[in-house]
């Protein structure tokens, strides 16, 4: 398996625009969680979901976030608008047990 | 989940064992402890994770003391590329999926040649 699969790799965008990040878990993983590192805030947990299903987005920041997972092997997460505060390496883990398997991060700069 | 405290840096000479200490005097009795390790601009990865009994894999040892407040993280053979930021962690959901993760600051152990 090729591991869990991040796109795009890097993003620059403007304040104000629309950001999507992409991730496809590894097969056969329930679980898929949507983390987000930053220098203050450290590796921090914005949202998981089992079989689909969103089960705690209580990191989710604010409303400009929101996340989705319209099938098993791909979920998005999706900024609007977005702000420069937004600048962060964002990653995506899945599992089926206790151990979680991460990508290889998204790192977005908001300008 | 309980919190966890680490130092913030060590060093370790190539070659010699890396013993990482990890103080969770708060743990419950259902909470299990967990170490990732994430390598300079890589995701986190999986080291190992325990309940009460040591254990052992290909990548490291963990010894957890029998009150359970403290534990070590022990990597044998330090390489150069075992300098990483390691992290521990103290979670609930021990061997369920679904695990959630919470992240402190973790220990920077660089390994020197």
């Known amino acids: 398996d090729a591991g869990v699969i991040q796109s795009p790799r890097h993003e620059v965008t403007e304040m104000g625009q629309e950001v999507t990040l992409r991730c496809k878990p590894i097969s056969g993983h329930d679980y898929l969680f949507w983390y987000r590192q930053t220098m203050m805030r450290g590796l921090e947990l914005l949202i998981y979901f089992n079989n689909n299903v969103p089960i705690d987005d209580s990191g989710m920041p604010e409303d400009r976030f929101s996340a989705k997972m319209p099938n098993a092997s791909f979920s998005t997460l999706k900024i609007q608008p977005s702000e420069p505060r937004d600048s962060a390496v964002y990653f995506c883990?899945?599992?089926?047990?206790?151990?979680?398997?991460f990508g290889p991060g998204t790192r977005l700069t908001v300008t | 989940d309980a919190k966890t405290t680490q130092p913030p840096s060590m060093d370790c000479a190539e070659g010699r064992a890396a013993n990482l200490p990890c103080n969770h005097s708060t743990i419950s009795g259902n909470e299990y402890v967990y170490w990732y390790r994430q390598i300079h601009s890589q995701g986190p990865q999986y080291i190992i994770h325990?309940?009460?009994n040591n254990e052992t894999n290909e990548m490291a040892s963990l010894i957890i003391t029998e009150d359970r407040k403290s534990s070590t993280l022990i990597l044998p053979h330090a390489t150069l590329r075992d300098t990483a930021v390691y992290y521990c962690i103290v979670s609930d959901r021990g061997e369920t999926s679904g695990s959630r993760l919470t992240f402190g600051e973790g220990t920077q152990l660089t390994v020197n040649p």
């Open positions: 883990a899945s599992s089926t047990d206790y151990e979680q398997y």
């Open positions: 325990g309940l009460k």
